[in-house]
């Protein structure tokens, strides 16, 4: 249940640098997710969560944007970012909750439901997000879901779990789920909380939205992965147990050295990780500034369709 992985890291340095030297003559910059392993992070210019990478990713002077994430999340960097190049590290980085939601059945609801707004959660594909009246992420899906008018009905998607903490904190009735899940937060088991909460009963507890209900119930607070980092980081409290991939651990150690944070791991295995975000690791990372490869290319037409619920979600302040 605790976290054992390694505080003070062995980095490979001639790797590292050779990434650095690649980045220089390629004038990229390197964005991580927080669930990205150790020492992609540490070489990173950026480290955020969805929300903060999509809004650096139009920021950025630069030629080619190393994203190290999964695959949608470089396509939104990439839809924000037409005239750059964006390369991944891994192509079958992808994400449970994009694979829960193809694009037929949501193209079907829109023409059957035209009045119905379609509030898209980042985890999804461009296609997706090209058929959404409105983006969200797991830090503003509140804000979002709030912005529309309250006589209009939403589709949420794809996220059950966040769909239904939205609907509890906006209390909004007209609101259709989609049942897809995340394949980590959804496996926290609320027995396992409970017993890592006697274990440690000093912890605050900090869960993700994507957690089931009855972890969130538990939980002392509730945000994306980056408002979890900056709660615990500014608490009095000096231990936490942390419902959320346990990459945020590298983020937690450096902000907070001094204070404890114990990782629940999830139902069907000993581990909190994301398995398509451990895909990347520095030697694929390398290749792919060295070739160029694997890139996203888009459909600009397709670009141009899923820039406009991005840029709206965007424009919330
Ligand atoms: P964040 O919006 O918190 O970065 O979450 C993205 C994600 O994939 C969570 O599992
Ligand atoms: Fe997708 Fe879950 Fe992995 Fe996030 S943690 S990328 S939601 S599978």
């Known amino acids: 249940m605790e976290y054992n992985g390694p505080r003070f890291m062995v980095v490979n ?10 980045k220089k ?8 997710h927080h669930y990205q392993i150790d020492e992609i992070q540490e070489i990173a210019d950026v ?3 969805s929300l903060e990478l999509s809004r650096k990713a139009r920021e950025l002077d630069c030629e080619v944007i190393a994203f ?13 970012n037409p005239h ?14 994009v694979e829960s939601c193809p694009v037929g059945p949501i193209r079907n609801f829109r023409e059957r439901n035209p009045g119905t707004a379609i509030v898209s959660y980042i985890n999804t594909s461009v296609e997706v997000k090209a058929e959404s009246d409105i983006l969200c992420t797991s830090r503003n899906a509140v804000q979002v879901v709030n912005s529309i008018p309250a006589d209009q009905p939403i589709l949420f998607l794809p996220d059950i779990n966040l769909g239904n903490y939205v609907k509890r904190e906006t209390g909004r009735e007209n609101m259709k789920i989609w049942q ?15 017993a890592a909460r006697f274990e440690h009963p000093h912890a605050l507890v900090v869960a993700h939205p994507e957690c089931p209900p009855d972890v969130l119930a538990m939980a002392d607070y509730i945000g994306s992965t980056s408002a979890l980092i900056d709660y615990c980081v500014k608490s009095p409290a000096q231990e936490f147990i942390v419902m959320t991939e346990s990459g945020v651990s590298h983020s937690l150690h450096k ?4 204070k404890q944070f114990y990782f629940v791991a999830n139902d069907n295995c000993n581990c909190s990780e994301c398995p398509y975000m451990k895909l990347n690791t520095l030697e694929k990372l390398r290749d792919a500034l060295d070739t160029l490869e694997p890139r996203v290319e888009l459909d600009p037409a397709l670009m141009e369709r899923a820039r406009l619920p991005i840029e709206r979600m965007l424009a919330l302040k």
């Open 47 to 49: 480290i955020g969560d």
């Open 84 to 97: 750059r190049t964006v390369i991944v590290p891994d192509r079958d980085a992808s994400c449970s909750l």
């Open 13 to 22: 340095t001639s790797l590292s640098e050779e990434i650095l030297e690649l």
């Open 255 to 258: 902000l907070a050295p001094n």
């Open 25 to 32: 003559s390629r004038k990229a910059v390197i964005l991580a």
């Open 180 to 194: 897809g899940a995340c394949i980590v937060h959804a496996t926290f088991a609320a027995r396992k909380l409970t």
């Open 68 to 80: 190290c994430g999964v695959w949608f999340m470089a396509e939104t960097a990439k839809v924000l």
